[in-house]
């Protein structure tokens, strides 16, 4: 039973461009949670979903940023013209809908805007 | 607000120390504690997890306590190991909010050989 998977693992983005962060969550699980760890930072929640549906997003940036978990595929974090601030480690977590308040976290992806 | 805190940021001791790692919490509402290793450029491992209405938890060379009315977790290492350099991170769940974690900023241990 493979883990949360994050890809890719590693994102460079110039200013200006889209950066598309994907998770697929463990087998059997039907909720996907985004943390951001900014530099000397802790890990601060961005948005839970569950397939099709945005449960909470009271950490998402009003503008640039949205997310997604569709029906099938990949749960998509998606950050329009990217910016130095946005330069961070993003994680996925996953868990399933009989022990959710158990997440399983992914290795990350590492985005820099140059 | 809940606010999660983790003091001190570093700490080094020699191998083969016990030690103790400490995490605090000011709304003491919670549904449940999670403490976490993050090795340099890696995810997160789960370590421990402890539900409200346990007072701790155990796993090989390692105990986390709590202490809901004090707004207290703590995280012991037996035998300390070179292996065990890492950050702890030390993160909650709300009671009635949805599953979402807030995280200390985490303890960067490192253990001399």
């Avoid at chain 1, 601060?44 to 449960?55: A, D, H």
């Avoid at chain 1, 940023?65 to 993003?90: M, N, T, W």
């Avoid at chain 2, 001190?8 to 103790?20: D, F, I, K, R």
């Amino acid at each position: 039973n493979a883990g949360v998977m994050q890809n890719p693992r590693h994102l460079v983005r110039r200013r200006g461009q889209e950066a598309r962060l994907r998770c697929s969550p463990m087998k059997g699980h039907s909720h996907v949670y985004w943390y951001r760890q900014l530099p000397e930072e802790g890990l601060k929640f961005m948005v839970y979903l569950q397939k099709e549906n945005i449960i909470d997003e009271s950490g998402m940036p009003k503008e640039r940023f949205s997310a997604e978990f569709p029906k099938e595929g990949p749960s998509i974090l998606r950050i329009q013209q990217v910016v130095r601030g946005d330069s961070a480690a993003y994680f996925c977590a996953s868990s399933p809908p009989a022990r959710w308040t158990e997440a399983f976290f992914g290795q990350g992806t590492r985005l820099t805007v140059v | 607000k809940q606010e999660v805190t983790q003091i001190p940021a570093a700490l080094s001791v020699p191998e083969g120390e016990n030690l103790v790692l400490n995490c605090s919490f000011t709304d003491s509402a919670i549904y449940n504690l999670q403490w976490f290793r993050q090795d340099p450029g890696k995810g997160l491992t789960s370590l421990l997890l402890i539900q409200s209405s346990q007072r701790e938890q155990t796993s090989g060379r390692l105990n986390a306590s709590l202490d809901k009315s004090s707004g207290r977790s703590t995280l012991y290492i037996a035998a300390s190991q070179p292996g065990d350099s890492a950050t702890y991170l030390c993160a909650v769940r709300i009671t009635g909010a949805n599953s979402k974690l807030t995280f200390g900023k985490g303890i960067t241990l490192s253990v001399r050989p």
